[in-house]
């Protein structure tokens, strides 16, 4: 029963992310005046939703991958030179029907003659008739408009820099949150450091490096622990013989420690043990827990976080790394709960990463995605001239597909593997 609090907790945390993501286009949209048809957070069929008086439905839907910021006109694909033709002559009969009512009224008071009265007044209606005939039937136009009161303006009419604001907003809320998040995680539990656990002692009986157990490493050769991409990777990185810094922390005073890589014969358990590193052994403790902190390490933080995810995204596309170390939705939410179980604090590192994920995800250039559309759009920027609308369509809804199918994949491997 807890593990499935944890389940209902990922899923909640999930769909947070995707609520901040949306409400990144639906803000940027708003203060640009574009014109929201629908918000949704999910896929699927209708759990809620609720229409405001301006015409923008808000709606909860049953799947919960993902969700959309829909616009008027977005997915208009144009129209064919058929329909132009019609809508011609649709606009021709309505001038020429009101070019008849004039007539009519004109030559009222002129002309007493009633069968050519009667005669104009049937030909406008049989005009009417064929205008009428080509609509559906219960076919209810809803024309949306904007805040001075004119007919609003379709998404692919706004001007390309504005589309492209919006478009990037919810990648820039997604960010903006991995920061915010970031700094609570900090202010709440710190960051990870690496503390002294024990010191070993060479043949003569002296330490191999002058720290002592309970010192807490603060920075090697300068560069802060927080912002350190992996401390156990630098340390392996240093070649044997070299001379490192260890700024470390010995019951508040702070002090500086230079070391030496090199050869270690020392005893284990009672049992002879040789390897090449400083000399010590240590544990990760968290610490740093303060307001100050968390202020000064938030954004460096996240922008690690960031460059990270964009890192294994190249590796993945290079072969460097499986595709069964990618998770979907499915096995994303499995592992979130996990790691959640085990501890409370992974809850709030979760945070950051996800909203750093979806960011970095969502400025992809991949069909469907915000990159693509924004590719699209610069296209069009510099060209003067749309791709067109019907490609586009076709491109993102293949796209889509890959993507779907791409997670699915990644979900089956995961649980089967």
Same mark, same amino acid.
């Given at each position: ?17 995707? %609520?901040?993501?949306?409400? *990144? ?14 918000? /949704? ?18 709606? %909860? ?46 030559? &009222? ?30 076919? &209810? ?94 340390? /392996? ?14 019951? *508040? ?38 307001? *100050? ?11 690690? %976080? ?5 890192? /294994? ?77 019907? $490609? ?14 791409? $997670? ?10």
């Amino acid at each position: 029963m807890e593990y499935f609090g944890y389940i209902v907790l990922s899923l909640v945390i999930l769909l947070l992310m995707v %609520l901040i993501h949306e409400l *990144g286009h639906y803000t940027a949209a708003k203060i640009l005046g574009f014109t929201v048809e629908e918000f /949704s957070i999910g896929f699927g069929p209708k759990i809620f939703s609720r229409r405001r008086k301006n015409g923008e439905l808000f709606s %909860l839907r049953m799947l919960p991958l993902g969700g959309y910021c829909a616009f008027l006109g977005e997915t208009d694909d144009g129209e064919d030179d058929e329909e132009k033709e019609n809508g011609n002559t649709a606009i021709s009969a309505d001038r020429d029907i009101a070019k008849t009512d004039n007539a009519s009224k004109n030559t &009222e008071s002129k002309d007493d003659d009633l069968l050519s009265y009667v005669m104009r007044e049937r030909e406008a209606e049989n005009k009417i008739s064929t205008q009428t005939t080509n609509q559906k039937p219960n076919e &209810e136009k809803v024309v949306r408009l904007d805040k001075n009161g004119n007919p609003a303006k379709m998404f692919t009419e706004q001007k390309p820099w504005k589309r492209i604001i919006v478009l990037l907003g919810g990648v820039v809320f997604n960010f903006l949150s991995a920061i915010v998040f970031s700094l609570i995680y900090i202010w709440s539990v710190g960051y990870a450091a690496p503390v002294i656990d024990d010191v070993y002692i060479d043949p003569d009986g002296n330490p191999y490096v002058e720290m002592q157990k309970g010192d807490i490493v603060l920075a090697v050769d300068g560069i802060d622990i927080s912002v350190m991409d992996s401390y156990s990777d630098l340390a /392996s990185g240093i070649a044997e013989g070299q001379s490192v810094t260890f700024t470390v922390d010995r019951n *508040g005073e702070i002090l500086n420690i230079t070391a030496k890589k090199q050869s270690i014969a020392t005893v284990v358990d009672g049992k002879p043990t040789s390897y090449v590193g400083f000399g010590y052994v240590s544990r990760t403790a968290f610490i740093g827990n303060t307001a *100050g902190n968390a202020f000064k390490f938030c954004v460096p933080y996240t922008f690690k %976080l960031s460059w990270s995810i964009l890192g /294994s995204f190249g590796q993945l596309i290079t072969g460097k790394v499986p595709i069964t170390s990618v998770s979907g939705p499915i096995s994303s939410v499995k592992l979130m709960a996990d790691v959640s179980i085990a501890d409370w604090r992974n809850i709030l590192i979760l945070l950051p990463l996800l909203a750093s994920n979806l960011a970095m995800f969502n400025i992809l250039p991949f069909p469907a995605l915000d990159g693509a559309q924004i590719v699209f759009t610069v296209i069009e920027w510099i060209r003067k001239k749309p791709i067109n609308r019907k $490609v586009q369509g076709i491109v993102n809804f293949v796209g889509l597909a890959v993507l779907l199918l791409f $997670v699915l994949i990644v979900d089956i491997l995961s649980f089967a593997l």
